[in-house]
């Protein structure tokens, strides 16, 4: 599975982005998909996550409320809409795919190239 993450940018706080991460490969609608981020100088960390179907969604504490995840399987695409963004919603934001829901970044198989998200104040 390839994945290709998109949509990021610098956007001022309280405005909003919505990422992409298109999916390829092999029954790549059949996996769990999920969302980290990675700012500079800290471990990456778990953002969002969503079953291969779409009914079945888990937030990090910090996003919950502000954040949307999303696919449309007849694109293989993933979605992470971003509302209220945050100077320290800044970083890189990465897309995985996993044969489970969970927000451990080592039991995802496939990940993408990462799409920079800047907030500023």
């Known amino acids: 599975v390839q994945l290709q993450a998109s949509g990021g940018g610098l956007v001022q706080a309280g405005g909003s982005l919505r990422l992409s991460c298109a999916a390829s490969?092999?029954?790549?609608?059949?996996?769990?998909m999920g969302w980290f981020r990675q700012a500079p100088g800290k471990e990456r960390e778990f953002v969002a996550a969503?079953?291969?179907?779409?009914?079945?969604?888990s937030y990090a504490n910090s996003v919950k409320g502000r954040f949307t995840i999303s696919r449309d399987n007849a694109k293989d695409t993933v979605f992470l809409q971003m509302n209220s963004l945050k100077p320290e919603d800044t970083a890189v934001y990465y897309c995985?795919?996993?044969?489970?829901?969970?927000?451990?970044?080592?039991?995802?198989?496939?990940w993408g190239q990462g799409t920079q998200v800047t907030v500023s104040s």
């Open positions: 490969g092999r029954t790549s609608s059949s996996y769990f």
């Open positions: 969503i079953s291969w179907i779409g009914d079945t969604t």
């Open positions: 995985a795919a996993g044969q489970i829901s969970t927000a451990q970044a080592p039991r995802y198989d496939y």
